[in-house]
C-alpha cells in the first residue's frame, strides 16, 4: 500500500527511532511491502520508515530503480567508512530542495533482514549516499541540517 510521505516540518521526522527486536512474519513484511510501494510510486532511490510516520529502524533502498525487490535493512549501522565525496541530494520528505552534503565515499553497513539474520554490505558511490541518508532519518537528521550549499533551479525552469 502507498502510504503518504511525511514532509520537513512534521515532528515525526525528528527524533531517535527504535530498534526492531520482534521478526514477526506478519506486521514486518507489510511495512516493508508498504515503504517498498511508496518509494517506487514517489521514484524514489530510498525510503526510511520515519518517512511514513514508523518509529522504526529500518530503511529500504534501489538506486538502480529496477522495481523488483529493494534491498532492505533492519537495524542498519555503519561499520566502516573511507574517503569523501560531495554531491547535491534531494529527499522526498524535503520536496522542491536540493543540495551538497558531503558523506563517505565508500561504507560497510550491518544490518539484519526481515527475518533477524545479520549481514554486511559494501557499497561505494550512490549506493553508499543513499544508505548514509536514509541512516541519518532513523536518527532524525534530515539532509538539509548537513547541506553545505542550496542548489536552485534555474528559472527558466520554474513553471
Known amino acids: ?10 515532528k515525526a521526522l525528528r527524533g531517535k527511532c527504535h530498534a ?6 506478519i506486521r514486518l513484511p507489510l511495512i516493508l511491502r508498504d ?8 521514484e524514489g532511490i530510498g525510503l526510511a520508515a520515519p518517512q ?17 525487490e529493494p534491498i532492505e535493512f533492519i537495524n542498519p ?4 567508512e573511507e574517503g569523501e565525496c560531495d554531491m547535491v541530494e534531494a529527499c522526498l520528505s524535503v520536496p522542491g530542495r536540493s543540495g551538497h552534503v558531503t ?12 527475518t533477524g539474520e545479520f549481514f554486511e554490505v559494501e557499497a561505494e558511490g550512490l549506493y553508499a549516499r543513499c544508505i ?9 537528521i534530515l539532509y538539509v541540517d548537513k547541506m553545505t ?11
Open 52 to 68: 511514513i510516520g514508523i518509529k522504526r529502524r529500518i530503511i529500504v533502498v534501489d538506486v538502480e530503480q529496477k522495481g523488483a
Open 20 to 25: 526492531i527486536t520482534k521478526f514477526d512474519k
Open 132 to 140: 548514509q541518508h536514509e541512516i541519518d532519518h532513523l536518527d532524525g
Open 149 to 159: 550549499e542550496e542548489v536552485f533551479a534555474d528559472e527558466e525552469d520554474e513553471p
Open 77 to 80: 549501522e555503519i561499520i566502516f
Open 103 to 114: 558523506r563517505a565515499e565508500k561504507i560497510k553497513v550491518r544490518a539484519q533482514d526481515r
Open 1 to 10: 500500500m502507498i502510504r503518504k510521505v511525511l514532509t520537513i516540518g512534521d
Open 35 to 42: 515503504m517498498a510501494d511508496t518509494m517506487y510510486d514517489k
